[in-house]
């Protein structure tokens, strides 16, 4: 596996690379352990509400052995104005070897990137752009359920607009040789989706998709009036996996959502622990791929010995 310095963006990963990266997590999910050159440390710089990545990535580390150093952005030098790359150079230079970043920014890293760190980043989301991790661990779990990506269908369903899951997993399976369709409210449906998609109507897809991908109405990126007459019931019957929609899906079809759920808006409440459901297995591949993403910077720093990740 090529590795990296930072991880930023899904348009990084080849087939190959995407395929190694869930092979490793694989290995880290049956027990792998590595031993670190020297002890390391890491940094998650949260400015968006998270409980999932930020746990994960925080699982992670600590499952590395690497020591985690706190950041809360309420109390930081950021909220004095100090920019987020001069952040960067202060806990650099106190000894981080790893910074994990969310942030409300479309393409908050690329300045970043371009300071050539010593540092490594990963991007844990960046606004309405691009989610790495999130979309390495869907492929993961589509992978581990279907054992290929070829020829199947997969439809996302939801906030089109507004999710980075979306984007970044509509340019990976698309790659890796899978069919996307799109559904949800049309108005969030663009150019940007009509090159990876055809858009239908839910009820035209749920019978012959192999994953129904659904995602969360993002209300906190809502303009106030649409945020103001969102009707959640009706949102659920035209656009939702109702559970009478979940009857219709063919039998080895699994059912995913990036969380947090919005239960009975884009998900029957019943379906979210179904039998079809992937959601909480979701989280787990999560921990395991962000170890695998984690131990690829490693090696580039030489904090870690490739040939440990060989085993």
């Keep these: 596996m090529q590795t990296s310095n930072d991880l930023v963006s899904v348009d990084q990963f080849n087939n190959e690379e995407v395929m190694a990266f869930i092979k490793l997590a694989q290995k880290f999910k049956a027990g792998k352990t590595i031993q670190l050159e020297r002890p390391s440390y890491a940094m998650n710089l949260f400015f968006e509400n998270s409980t999932r990545t930020h746990t994960s990535f925080e699982m992670a580390e600590r499952r590395l052995g ?33 910074a994990v970043i ?25 606004g309405s752009g691009q989610h790495p991790s999130q979309s390495l ?21 939801g906030d089109l607009a507004h999710s980075r899951v ?26 940007d989706f009509a090159a990876y998609g055809d ?13 129904m991908m659904l995602l969360r109405v993002q209300h ?3 303009d106030e009036s649409s945020d103001e007459t969102f009707d959640a019931e009706a949102y659920h019957q035209q656009y939702g996996l109702t559970m009478a929609r979940g009857a219709q899906m063919k039998p080895n079809a699994i059912i995913m959502h990036p969380a947090p ?9 019943d379906l979210v622990e179904a039998p079809q459901s992937r959601i909480f297995q979701q989280m787990t591949n999560g921990v395991f791929i962000r170890m695998a993403m984690i131990s690829n910077v490693l090696v580039h720093q030489g904090l870690l010995q490739p040939t440990q990740l060989e085993d």
Excluded at 103 to 121: C, F
């Design 166 to 191: 979306a984007r970044s997993n509509m340019e990976l399976l698309t790659q890796l040789g899978a069919t996307v369709y799109f559904s949800g409210p049309k108005v969030w449906y663009n150019a």
């Design 261 to 269: 759920v919005n239960r009975g808006v884009e998900l029957a409440s």
């Design 102 to 126: 969310r942030h409300p920014h479309d393409r908050y890293y690329e300045p970043l990137v371009e300071a050539n760190l010593s540092m490594s980043l990963i991007n844990a989301g960046d």
């Design 66 to 98: 690497m020591q985690v150093i706190p950041f809360d952005p309420k109390t930081s030098s950021v909220t004095k104005g100090e920019s987020l790359l001069d952040t960067l150079k202060t806990v650099q230079a106190i000894g981080v070897d790893l």
């Design 220 to 222: 906190e990126r809502l």
């Design 199 to 211: 858009y239908l109507p839910i009820d035209e897809l749920v019978g012959s998709m192999d994953v």
């Design 137 to 157: 661990l869907d492929m993961m779990t589509i992978y581990e359920e279907f054992g290929h990506f070829d020829g199947l269908k997969i439809a996302i369903i």
